[in-house]
């Protein structure tokens, strides 16, 4: 574990490093608190600080309290180490953050002993961080293709069309289905479909840039929400998507299943407010026709000169 030790004293500075090193901790250790903050606003930060309290420029305190401040996804643990013993002392610095406090001079044993009982703390805070992340993941991504659910490509979807009236940009739903998928579960079994909706999610994912949105709409229904500068370009995505599905067939046990996509695409400008449900129905719409057609194919909603979505009218 990595341990930021701040104290001015070289003397003091060098005592808590040795023996922290000893112990098995690996030390970063500054001499005062900005190039401390610096170190703590890092991505890889470590985790637990030995924080001297009287220092020139920023004190122990002000480092705890700008720390506290801005908190990030994971905690620091502050041990707040000085010659200050009185009570009101104790408690302004526990006030100002600090999660525990040892006075100067200290027995080496009692500063490890503290040291363990902050590992602990840490350990249980990394659990439910990691836990928390687990169940925000398990909440908003299908368990068989890992894309987004229903809810969350929902909510991307009104991420994107926030993102599209910023950048005014079109708003674009690509509504896709699974051709002949059910063919494919009645005949060769629910694994087989699983299987072609997994490789169908993947290639899909592969065709898209990285940060166009892909959620598992429903059953074997698709559904990317993106901005395009304009209408045309979001149905070159849609046509793109197609033929990344459709190069070749999936081989599963000896069987060989052809692969394609229909697609629906329905686009909004910027230019007034984006009603995302009945971009979705257009695209619906669309879907609709594009099955009817033949499937294999992309087909676009049907809209009115007025560049905002109305619902396709076949
Ligand atoms: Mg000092």
């Not at 574990?1 to 701040?6: A, E």
């Not at 805070?125 to 490509?153: C, G, M, V, Y």
């Not at 997994?198 to 059953?219: H, I, W």
Request: proline share 4%; charged share 25%; glycine share 6%.
């Amino acid at each position: 574990m990595r341990v930021l030790v701040v104290d001015d004293d070289k003397m003091y500075r060098t005592l808590v490093s040795s023996s922290l090193s000893d112990w098995g901790y690996e030390v970063v250790a500054v001499d005062n608190g900005k190039i401390a903050l610096e170190h703590l606003a890092a991505e890889d930060a470590p985790r637990l600080v030995v924080l001297d309290w009287m220092m020139p420029g920023l004190s122990g305190t002000d480092v705890c309290k700008r720390l506290r401040a801005q908190p990030g996804p994971l905690y620091t643990y502050v041990l707040l180490l000085t010659a200050r013993r009185r009570m009101q002392e104790v408690v302004e610095g526990l006030d100002a953050g600090a999660d525990d406090y040892l006075t100067k001079p200290f027995h080496p044993s009692e500063l490890r002993a503290r040291l363990r009982a902050a590992q602990r703390i840490l350990d249980l805070h990394h659990k439910l961080f990691e836990s928390h992340r687990e169940l925000a993941h398990l909440a908003t991504h299908d368990p068989l293709t890992q894309l987004f659910n229903r809810r969350a490509i929902l909510g991307q979807l009104s991420h994107e069309a926030a993102r599209a009236q910023r950048e005014k940009k079109f708003l674009a739903v690509l509504l896709i289905d699974v051709d002949h998928f059910k063919e494919v579960n009645d005949r060769r079994g629910h694994q087989a479909g699983d299987l072609v909706l997994c490789e169908v999610a993947s290639r899909m994912s592969a065709a898209l840039r990285p940060y166009d949105s892909l959620g598992r709409f429903g059953g074997e229904e698709f559904l990317v929400a993106l901005t395009a500068d304009s209408a045309a370009d979001a149905s070159a995505i849609a046509e793109r998507l197609r033929a990344a599905v459709a190069v070749t067939p999936l081989f599963v046990v000896g069987h060989e299943f052809p692969l394609s996509i229909s697609v629906g695409v329905a686009t909004a400008s910027a230019s007034g407010p984006i009603e995302t449900e009945s971009l979705v129905h257009s695209a619906d719409s669309a879907l609709y026709r594009a099955k009817h057609e033949g499937r294999n194919r992309v087909c676009t909603a049907l809209s009115n000169p007025d560049p905002r979505p109305v619902a396709a009218s076949s």
